[in-house]
């Protein structure tokens, strides 16, 4: 990973709210506490590099790609987008379509390598005290985003990408107030270091691979 100069390997972290860490410092985002994890275990990697911003939908962040350029090849790509698509109303096919080239653009920065991409699912913030206030019907939220993080497994499984759930725990344990920041949404520090601890195993597997 590292190469023959020795050099840590570089991490792009692709999303929205949930890796840039609405509500959280920058040290208690995903992918920084992943990357530090890898370290411990012995990989060379950098702090990510994150492109991401509260609300964005896929094709907001593919705009916000093109504008922040970054420059490949990375070791390591993460990618965590679409539940700003199932907010709003977004169609599922839209999705499918942007999600699918995301994954393109997310593989092209790893050198084309899809075994150096990883992606996380969509949480549930509908089990959030800001959704019980909301006045959405739950269940509909429920069933909306898992036929959304149904199309990005496909997509994955069709490339070779790793897909790493982190909707379970999110479901079992995203309305205990340790999980969630000020605003009753968005997660806490100690939520995203256990989608750190679920992707590691995973993350540590691809930096493995030659």
């Known amino acids: ?6 050099r840590p390997g570089r991490f792009l972290a692709l999303g929205d709210s949930y890796t840039i860490g609405e509500g959280v410092d920058p040290d208690g985002r995903w992918p920084v506490l992943l990357a530090r994890a890898l370290r411990a275990d012995g990989r060379a990697l950098d702090d990510p590099q994150i492109i991401a911003t509260t609300g964005w939908t896929t094709d907001e962040l593919s705009a916000g790609i093109d504008a922040a350029a970054p420059q490949g090849p990375f070791a390591l790509v993460g990618l965590l987008i679409g539940v700003n698509n199932q907010y709003r ?5 839209e999705y ?3 999600f699918g080239e995301l994954l393109e653009r997310a593989i092209g920065f790893a050198g ?7 992606v996380l699912s969509i949480p549930d913030w509908g089990v959030t005290p800001f959704a019980r206030q909301s006045g959405r019907d739950l269940t509909q939220v429920a069933r909306e985003l898992d036929a959304f993080n149904a199309i990005a ?7 070779g990408v790793a897909f790493v759930d982190v909707t379970a725990h999110s479901r079992a344990h ?20 256990a989608w750190a601890q679920l992707a590691r195993p995973v993350a540590r597997g691809l930096l493995s691979a030659p």
């Open 112 to 118: 084309g390598r899809a075994d150096r991409v990883l």
């Open 174 to 193: 995203g309305a205990e107030p340790a999980m969630l920041a000020d605003d009753g949404l968005h997660p806490s520090a100690a939520m995203y270091a």
């Open 89 to 93: 109303g977004r169609p599922l096919e």
């Open 96 to 98: 499918r379509q942007q």
């Open 1 to 6: 990973m590292s190469g023959a100069t020795g």
């Open 153 to 159: 497994r496909e997509a994955c499984d069709g490339r």
